[in-house]
């Protein structure tokens, strides 16, 4: 007879099968401060619960209606994995859900986030939590909980992925985009911080493709390595956005801002017709902003052609407003008191004869373009 395995009757463990419940404690712990620096009203953040309790009626909304948005950080996520550095990336998550909130005109309420991981490591979680917490704080939201999911198998240890919920709320009168769009009006941008979160999959490529080491200095920012650029986060719009709001007649009928636009996936070309009326169209001329030279490099790199690049990178300009003509100077006044750079960059038009391929918009019109890219 075979002879019996010494181990047969050890007493198996969660540990043994790989997820420590003794670091997701000391997790929670480390993370409940972070939570904490985030309390707003409505939310006296305390985790541990089995949900998180929001108090809708201590925000001062009169007629309310909530907005929900969840989303990921996709592939960038490789580049904070594979070198380590995590502080950052929790921002971009954040900025993901809560801009996608402000462009209804909503004011950013809690924040909830999804971690998945292979093998728990408390460090790196807490840092990515804390780039979370830095996140909320700069939106006026509240981190009111979250779920950490140590899964070995379906990840390898080092692997991380995230999601994040946010919930907002605006009142039922001032939900964007508004019906009263019209030709003659206004496009303002903002500018975005370089790539944010989206067309990571290309830009690794690229990368790659340059035979370019993460820690190599980078080729399109002085004195920054590839990884460090590359990271720079998401910006989050919803403060500057909101005082602009609120301080030219709100959202509603009376307000000079008429729709927001976050540019996303799809870049320019796919998230302008998102907001447009069915029968308008939006003229963006390329020459009025400065395209960073992150986009020239993967230009030049890829060899991409400038039809590709607007339907997949912000090219730098990371948020749209349309406003009322006759209300553009104070718009304008409004965002550079909230710390803004605002452009006119174009204006809408009557349909311009192409069909778009906006995500969810039908019959959008594409939007045409005038002047040249100015990539360096």
Not at 143 to 154: D, K, N, S
């Amino acid at each position: 007879m075979p002879a019996a395995d010494e181990n047969s009757n050890k007493s198996i463990t969660y540990a043994d099968a790989g997820v420590d419940i003794d670091a997701g404690n000391a997790l929670v712990a480390a993370i409940k401060p972070l939570a904490r620096s985030t309390s707003r009203p409505g939310a006296d953040v305390d985790l541990g619960g089995f949900g998180g309790l929001f108090d809708l009626k201590r925000t001062g909304f009169r007629d309310p209606i909530l907005v929900a948005a969840n989303d990921g950080v996709g592939t960038k996520l490789k580049i904070a994995i594979e070198t380590g550095r995590h502080s950052t990336i929790g921002i971009d998550l954040v900025a993901m859900c809560v801009n996608d909130l402000v462009v209804q005109g909503a004011e950013p309420l809690f924040f909830l986030d999804y971690f998945a991981v292979g093998k728990l490591d408390v460090a790196a979680a807490r840092d990515v939590i804390a780039g979370i917490a830095d996140g909320c704080r700069d939106a006026g939201c509240a981190l009111i909980g979250g779920e950490t999911a140590e899964m070995p198998g379906l990840y390898k240890s080092g692997d991380y992925d995230l999601a994040g919920f946010s919930v907002g709320a605006v009142e039922r009168d001032e939900i964007l985009p508004r019906a009263d769009i019209a030709v003659g009006d206004i496009l303002i941008g903002l500018k975005s911080s370089g790539v944010h979160s989206n067309g990571y999959s290309l830009v690794r490529k690229l990368v790659e493709h340059a035979r370019l080491d993460w820690n190599a200095p980078a080729p399109f920012a002085a004195n920054t390595s590839v990884a460090e650029a590359l990271l720079t986060p998401t910006r989050i719009y919803v403060k500057p956005l909101l005082a602009a709001i609120r301080a030219t007649g709100g959202s509603g009928m009376n307000g000079a801002i008429k729709a927001l636009s976050h540019i996303t996936g799809g870049g320019l070309s796919e998230n302008v017709p998102r907001v447009m009326p069915k029968d308008m169209g939006a003229r963006i001329d390329l020459s009025s902003f400065d395209v960073p030279p992150v986009f020239g490099w993967l230009a030049k790199t890829g060899n991409i052609e400038p039809t590709e690049l607007l339907r997949t990178f912000n090219c730098g300009i990371g948020m749209i407003a349309v406003v009322s003509k006759a209300k553009v100077d104070d718009v304008i006044t409004k965002l550079k008191a909230a710390g803004e750079e605002p452009l006119i960059i174009g204006d809408v038009i009557p349909p311009t004869g192409e069909k778009s391929e906006a995500k969810g918009k039908g019959e959008a019109w594409a939007v045409k373009y005038e002047g040249k890219l100015s990539l360096s």
